[in-house]
């Protein structure tokens, strides 16, 4: 017997991989989600792990004699398993001579589940071999199954050892075959796009689309609740599917909250394309960390390339009463931190930057210093289309980003592409930004705030 392990991201990539590689006489044994990848228990994504095997072709015939009876009730043996050859045989997918559409295979799947049953590959009629998990199971006597063993071929019998003991663990198998109809279930849904949600649970799938999520990520979190209200009883009130979204929206933010500055952090860093306020953003930023957390305050900019801009961030510094340096080659920026020397903490402004030209984006790299323990924020507005986002984002990643900043929350309302851009980079989400006075307009994230950004009820 050959026995092979497929780790998938979908169940017809599996049954191609086994059709291809095994045969049409493969046998799924077993099939489990799992995760992989990520880093330090982060960013993992969903597999499915499947375990296939299909029966060698044996060289010589050996006679059949009965095997050690095995203490297991018929009523037990599962009966997506069994494949007799009368009228009660499993619901089987029948092996056409060309390859099959993906069509045919999602409606011949639904068929198969609707009957409660787990489909297998059907094998051809004038092949007979001896299967431990779907041999013939005799109608009239309720007596354990039986196979081939040959006494002289002592691997064969040790490739079939951990098959009989998988089989006679019944409530392993039974736990397996749950894994696999349900599994079954959800592709069969997404294949046919029949799958029907509760009202209560499509009006919040509808809502997340309006706000601009992607697809992938809203079908996770919707199929999260669908799961979970199933196997509550599916009753639920309108009340509670939404407090099964917000578990969802809590779990994928549990490690995307970058709070706000930390208290080590002595320069940092404001990144990000022209027209987004950074300016205006790193003067609530050291209005924030001056009456707030006390902290002494020194500013710098870089920014000599737009009219006025030093002229504006001069007025904040004057108002706030901290000093500001002017820089513009990497030799002015050591003495700029020189003479900023006795400060706690140093905001730097940088020049807004077309991102599409490499040259413009590659001369900011050399202001950055790292000499000191620092943080890099990426500003983003919320007004973008979430397209341009992420290839903003994916350019300005070679500043070692470590937090992102959006502005302009009071000028849209689709937040999706918010999560759109945590879910694709690993960045921590520190502050948002809902206007313009200084230092207000200016809030912390957290998961209830975000949640309710979604939902629409509320962090305007």
């Given at each position: 017997?050959?026995?092979?392990?497929?780790?998938?991201?979908?169940?017809?990539?599996?049954?191609h991989?086994?059709?291809s590689?095994?045969?049409?006489?493969?046998?799924?044994?077993?099939?489990?989600?799992?995760?992989v990848?990520?880093?330090?228990?982060?960013?993992?994504k969903?597999?499915?792990?499947?375990?296939?095997?299909?029966?060698?072709?044996?060289?010589?015939?050996?006679?059949?004699?009965?095997?050690?009876?095995?203490?297991?009730?018929?009523?037990?043996?599962?009966q997506?398993?069994?494949?007799?050859?009368?009228?009660?045989?499993?619901?089987?997918?029948?092996?056409?001579?060309d390859?099959?559409?993906?069509?045919?295979?999602?409606?011949?799947?639904?068929?198969?589940?609707?009957?409660?049953?787990?489909?297998?590959?059907?094998?051809?009629?004038?092949?007979?071999?001896?299967n431990?998990?779907?041999?013939p199971v005799?109608?009239?006597?309720?007596?354990?199954?039986?196979?081939?063993?040959?006494?002289?071929?002592?691997?064969?019998?040790?490739?079939?050892?951990?098959?009989?003991?998988?089989?006679?663990?019944?409530?392993?198998?039974?736990?397996?075959i749950?894994e696999?109809?349900?599994?079954?279930?959800r592709?069969?849904?997404?294949?046919?796009?029949?799958?029907?949600?509760?009202?209560?649970?499509d009006?919040?799938?509808?809502?997340?689309?309006?706000?601009?999520?992607?697809?992938?990520l809203?079908?996770?979190?919707?199929?999260?609740?669908?799961?979970q209200?199933?196997?509550?009883?599916?009753n639920?009130?309108?009340?509670?599917?939404?407090?099964?979204?917000?578990?969802?929206v809590?779990?994928?933010?549990?490690?995307?909250?970058?709070?706000?500055?930390?208290?080590?952090?002595?320069?940092?860093?404001?990144?990000?394309?022209?027209?987004?306020?950074?300016?205006?953003?790193?003067?609530?930023?050291?209005?924030?960390?001056?009456?707030?957390?006390?902290?002494?305050?020194g500013?710098?900019?870089?920014?000599?390339?737009?009219?006025?801009?030093?002229?504006?961030?001069?007025?904040?510094?004057s108002?706030?009463?901290?000093?500001?340096?002017?820089?513009?080659?990497?030799?002015?920026?050591?003495?700029?931190?020189?003479?900023?020397?006795?400060?706690?903490?140093?905001?730097?402004?940088?020049a807004?930057?077309?991102?599409r030209?490499?040259m413009l984006?590659?001369?900011?790299?050399?202001?950055?210093?790292?000499?000191?323990?620092?943080?890099?924020?990426?500003?983003?507005?919320?007004?973008?289309?979430?397209?341009?986002?992420?290839?903003?984002?994916?350019?300005f990643s070679?500043?070692?980003?470590?937090?992102?900043?959006?502005?302009?929350?009071?000028?849209?309302?689709?937040?999706?592409?918010?999560?759109?851009?945590?879910?694709?980079f690993?960045?921590?989400?520190?502050?948002?930004?809902?206007?313009?006075?200084?230092?207000?307009d200016l809030?912390?994230?957290?998961?209830?705030?975000?949640?309710?950004?979604?939902?629409?009820?509320?962090?305007r």
């Amino acid at each position: 017997m050959r026995v092979k392990r497929y780790v998938v991201d979908t169940m017809p990539d599996a049954m191609h991989s086994i059709r291809s590689e095994l045969g049409s006489d493969a046998v799924i044994l077993s099939t489990k989600e799992i995760k992989v990848g990520g880093f330090m228990g982060m960013f993992q994504k969903k597999k499915i792990e499947v375990v296939a095997a299909v029966e060698q072709e044996q060289k010589r015939v050996v006679p059949e004699r009965p095997a050690p009876a095995m203490n297991i009730p018929r009523n037990a043996v599962p009966q997506a398993y069994i494949k007799n050859s009368g009228s009660q045989t499993a619901p089987a997918l029948k092996k056409p001579a060309d390859n099959r559409t993906f069509a045919e295979l999602a409606a011949a799947l639904t068929d198969a589940v609707a009957q409660g049953n787990v489909a297998v590959l059907e094998e051809p009629a004038q092949e007979v071999r001896a299967n431990p998990i779907s041999a013939p199971v005799s109608s009239t006597p309720p007596s354990a199954p039986s196979s081939s063993v040959s006494k002289s071929d002592e691997a064969k019998d040790a490739e079939r050892k951990p098959v009989v003991s998988m089989v006679s663990d019944n409530n392993e198998v039974l736990h397996e075959i749950k894994e696999m109809k349900q599994w079954m279930e959800r592709f069969a849904r997404n294949a046919s796009g029949a799958r029907e949600l509760p009202e209560a649970l499509d009006h919040l799938r509808e809502q997340l689309v309006e706000q601009e999520l992607d697809a992938e990520l809203a079908e996770q979190w919707i199929d999260g609740v669908f799961d979970q209200w199933a196997e509550e009883g599916r009753n639920w009130t309108p009340v509670q599917f939404q407090d099964a979204l917000k578990e969802q929206v809590n779990k994928f933010l549990a490690n995307r909250i970058g709070k706000g500055i930390a208290q080590d952090t002595r320069i940092l860093y404001i990144a990000g394309p022209t027209g987004v306020g950074k300016t205006t953003t790193i003067a609530k930023l050291a209005a924030e960390q001056l009456f707030r957390q006390g902290r002494k305050v020194g500013l710098i900019t870089s920014d000599t390339y737009r009219i006025s801009a030093v002229e504006q961030l001069r007025t904040y510094a004057s108002i706030l009463n901290v000093p500001l340096e002017v820089v513009q080659s990497p030799g002015d920026m050591q003495r700029a931190l020189s003479r900023l020397e006795g400060c706690d903490l140093i905001l730097m402004d940088t020049a807004g930057r077309n991102y599409r030209n490499e040259m413009l984006v590659a001369e900011l790299q050399s202001l950055l210093s790292k000499e000191l323990k620092s943080e890099t924020y990426l500003v983003l507005s919320l007004t973008s289309k979430s397209r341009d986002m992420k290839r903003i984002t994916e350019h300005f990643s070679r500043y070692q980003l470590d937090k992102v900043l959006f502005t302009k929350l009071d000028e849209t309302g689709s937040y999706g592409p918010l999560f759109n851009i945590l879910n694709d980079f690993p960045l921590g989400l520190s502050y948002l930004s809902n206007g313009q006075n200084v230092p207000d307009d200016l809030l912390m994230a957290s998961e209830e705030l975000l949640f309710g950004l979604l939902m629409e009820t509320g962090g305007r």
